[in-house]
T-cell receptor
Framework: SQQGEEDPQALSIQEGENATMNCSYK?????LQWYRQNSGRGLVHLIL?????REKHSGRLRVTLDTSKKSSSLLITASRAADTASYFC?????????????FGKGTLLTVNP | ETGVTQTPRHLVMGMTNKKSLKCEQH?????MYWYKQSAKKPLELMFV???????ENNSVPSRFSPECPNSSHLFLHLHTLQPEDSALYLC?????????????FGPGTRLTVT
């Protein structure tokens, strides 16, 4: 099954700036999920966006999905030092073994105070 | 707290040892998962259990042996591991394995094989 590819691999910004991370994939999906992981800890679910949705918001997070381009983006607005973490996109494929969630390698975000 | 706990949080074991990792979820979910996270590699799915039945074994070596006595508990029994098995082992749960629900992760067990 496919995995998403996050871009960039690492991103360093100043507190208060916006951070944008992208995820690209190759075949059809049922949904795409974004997770955050603080160093050495478990993953925390952020947002799930279904294939028939184009945009979702949660607090300072905004996720878009473009199924024609097979890509998604995660925007964190007004970033804080506490947003420093790795961010992963995870794909749930449509059809077949669609219960498998496959993760990318992640984007390491550093927010400098 | 995500409602998924894992013990121990850290484990150092020799290659000839036998140890077990434990995961417990307090969310009333029916599916549980084991993942392996190694440096510089994507999260790797190892096993999936749905209503206590194993539905996925992602070509995991037999030195890793999962056990799911009920929907709330999941174990990973380890024996004769190799140094390359050193990694963060993450447990997760979800409503069930076929739906489009998100997964809830435990904090992980950092395993070092010497």
């Amino acid at each position: 099954s496919q995995q998403g590819e996050e871009d960039p691999q690492a991103l360093s910004i100043q507190e208060g700036e916006n951070a944008t991370m992208n995820c690209s994939y190759k075949t059809s999906i049922n949904n795409l999920q974004w997770y955050r992981q603080n160093s050495g800890r478990g993953l925390v679910h952020l947002i799930l966006i279904r294939s028939n949705e184009r945009e979702k918001h949660s607090g300072r997070l905004r996720v878009t999905l473009d199924t024609s381009k097979k890509s998604s983006s995660l925007l964190i607005t007004a970033s804080r030092a506490a947003d420093t973490a790795s961010y992963f996109c995870a794909l749930r494929n449509s059809g077949g073994s669609n219960y498998k969630l496959t993760f990318g390698k992640g984007t390491l975000l550093t927010v400098n105070p | 707290e995500t409602g998924v706990t894992q013990t121990p949080r850290h484990l150092v074991m020799g290659m000839t040892n036998k140890k077990s990792l434990k995961c417990e979820q307090h969310l009333g979910h029916n599916a549980m998962y084991w993942y392996k996270q190694s440096a510089k590699k994507p999260l790797e799915l190892m096993f999936v259990y749905n209503f206590k039945e194993q539905t996925e074994n992602n070509s995991v070596p037999s030195r890793f042996s999962p056990e799911c006595p009920n929907s709330s508990h999941l174990f990973l029994h380890l024996h004769t591991l190799q140094p390359e098995d050193s990694a963060l082992y993450l447990c997760a749960s979800s409503q069930d394995h076929t739906s489009s629900y998100e997964q809830y992760f435990g904090p992980g067990t950092r395993l070092t094989v010497t």
